[in-house]
């Protein structure tokens, strides 16, 4: 029987409650956004009593449907003042859905100070003191839960940034070999879990395929066949298990389009020392893995696990964190990029927005371009809460104000990721108007803009651009709401039974008769909920723009600007 | 003849042009922001190329028209996002009018980053380098100007907070005996100036009060009038004269809204130890002044010059600033607030949002309340550019973003002054609604809310304040554009030929045949400008309203929250 966990944290309340059938055949994104719209005050402050914490597995998540597992966390974003979700991989979306659970929803504000763990198990949820792990980082925070309730449970926790409130502190929880860094990083929600005096969430499930289906045997025929469909494309089946998502780094690079010296320049010279055929290369001399599952059932298995030289492991070592670290801020080490990730992943910050950050810092002089120790250094102050911690944490607009800077690359209070919307257009557009704030996932237009997958649009010219970017964003807001990774899509793009297969693998799990176009309207609905909230919450078309200096500065070496109309872009949800 | 000096950072190019028709009726806010709604894009960067800084001085500055010479800046305000004026007594209003300038225009922004001074004189005006004045403050930068350009001129100058772009930098201008602190403090216009690389502006004019008058009898027969209705007003005549706006301590502390500990609570206990009273007492023994005129020509002289034990003179210590250093910090120590407020006039920062600034960071945990040394010793690291310093600097509402702290008393990002809006609720429907973010004079119910003056409404109930507030805005905003003190309003609104009497001054002035009518119609205009500007600029009615805990927390002694409602706020502008 699906439920709703409901833990009310000024009474410290813990409830086990129906779900109502508006919200049955919803699931991640789509079931956050929509909670969140019905239940939270659009204008409410983000890290007050009003505001709620929504984690969701996707609607398949805990069946066999291959690359399921990502967990939707949703609620209203201290960073963007808007409607949030923002979803990782890991173990605990499987677990979650097979304790049938179809969304934790933590409300209220506690008036004192202590701690507390939600565990969740089959025989029930109660929270617990945690007082102990108050200032830990996720990792210990990982392992002590391990060691405390078995080494088989999931960990949603934050680190000391979310704990500290910070703007840019995310979710994350862990894969299974028990490794807590795959983030639902974007949007502050970390800081939305902290404000709630909740350190942690252990799932403890027995079970990881077997959320109920209705008509098993055509799942299972269902979920055999989008394996293949997966397995058949270059990408999911070749591509990312070899090297990552860090391939892209030589192919955004080679495209011109790979921001660099906080987007000044759209080429890398060191871009081939830090992408994903380097670090397959050292990760595998080092006894790392160049491929890695974030969750049980993936095919893809585009992660991957990178020694560093002090002998810890950061794993993985992503594309947009590699850019982040890397380019952006002309370092062209990767032990330094790994380094950074790492302390990221454990204080509990977003590492693309902590990437854009620290561009911004070094614009302002306050930590020179390049210097990758600087940089280390500066990041170490988060767990201490310095002053400039604090600030490094608050993210890229924040930061952006208190040093007076105007080369912010920031959309809605939220960083710009790892594509310059001046040479890949499409993103642009996705950038500017996606609810979400800048977020590359909401559209990712590079598709038919660079890699030529599900058509091309030229990525140096302004047609086209926004009839991609809506597409990929209906597309999307409906595929985040299923559990299925992002990166099924260029499977589903490139193969006409793609879409359809997902959609039967849905119909023989809940007993409905779904077509492609309702996939479709789910994510026009998805949209629209997301779109109404925000303008309750006072955004308006204004909002729905690039940051200046995009408009009026060139990216070498196209030489060329944004110059997608203000018109254009209020199109983009025409279908509204 | 009436010009305006256009001045061109970019090309560093200074043109005299002749001033438009409409704008030639046109002085003070709203000229400033006639000018900024023309000229400015709305959505642009504040701090970018695209923003201008406009000074002008009022309708009736640089005449004989008695305590008519605020100087009016204004902008895009990186503070709020919005459209700003702020305006200050001082000197260079007068000389400015003198020289026959509606208006000093500031655009574009230099490629490099010399910094200059305006040097504006009978025979003409030009940019001279002033490298030599970066970095310091604005006492030494008048002291040098003075010494070097002769010690009649006028000096409108920023502060290191200003050069390094800090969001509450102010621009200010000297009295007549030479001290820097008439401040147009709010709302971060300094940091616009800085942007510029403007660092000063001399104005050197040997006139004061020739301004061109067309018919020069009949206008000082109104001048003549205007004084004595001044000089009759118990207020302007005879409390103003003797304690200065400090007065206010005691009788809004006896109100019990007085916000002490961040807006915890509507008394302090040590409200006489730092009131106006006090004050007089303490600055005229110290051979200080309790009563002293910003400008020529003032006959209410409300300003007072406070001898620090260090030998330095901070003058003046006005009310707002003893209330945002003493009970919102819960000091109680005279010489303390002295010292903060002669730090931030000379640093360059605007003294109620640095105290809204500092009281977010103590209750952040970051000071201690009521630790006098330890908040002297954070607001001296704004010259330095520390990390904290760098969060003070950049306001409430940023330095409460980079805390995570929600009790951040801000509107649009703007410090809400010494006015408790949930026992002085004409006050709070201002602050909610002005297009300037929270500002206690561009709707000053506290006249009728607390002083009963033009009218009682009370302060603890919802009704009338919508009206109350309303009818004050539409008066201030016309009253702005006249160079007249806000402080005239107590005369005007107790005694009905006050209003008359203004506009018979314009009259005389202009050769116009304006009626009170007309200067409701040119309040509604100005307001109207503002919103439209506002609109453009992407806020909504939801920026209109309080930050969240004056809605839910009551304040002692009256324990009462904020309850205006909605819908009522959202008909402050209904004549629009």
Redesign the interface.
Known sequence: MARFIRVDMSSRQVKSENVADKYLILGGRALTSQLVADEVP????P??P?NKLVIAPGLLSGTSAPSSGRLSVGGKS?LTGGIKESNAGGITSQKLANLGIKAVILEGKPADKGWFLLKITPDGEELLPADDLVGKGTYEVTAICRERFGDKVGVITIGPAGE????AAGVTNNDGDGNSSRYAGRGGLG?VM??KGLKAIVVDSPKTFEAPVKDPERFKAAAKKFSQILLDNPTCGKGLPAYGTNVLMNIINEAGTLPTRNFKFGRFDKAAEVGGEKLAEVAKARGGKATHACHPGCVMRCSNVYPMPDGKVCAPVEYETAWAFGPNLEIGELDVIAKLNYICNDVGLDTIETGCTLGVLMEAG?IPFGDGQAAISALEEVAKG???G??IG?GSA?AG????V?RVPAVKGQGIPAYDPRACKGNGVTYATTPMGADHTAGYAVTANILKVGGYVNPLEPAGQVELSRNLQVATAALDSTGLCLFVAFAVLDNPEGLPTIVEMINAQYGTSLTVDDVTALGQNVLKTERQFNQ????????D?L???FY?EELPPHNTKFDVKDEELDRVFNFQ
């Open positions: 659009a204008t409410c402050d890290l007050g009003f201290p500290m409130l910070m703007h800081a902290g404000s306050v310095t002053p400039l604090r600030i608050s924040n104000k208190v040093y007076g105007t309750q919450a006072g955004f308006t078309s204004a909002d723009r940051p200046e200096f009026n």
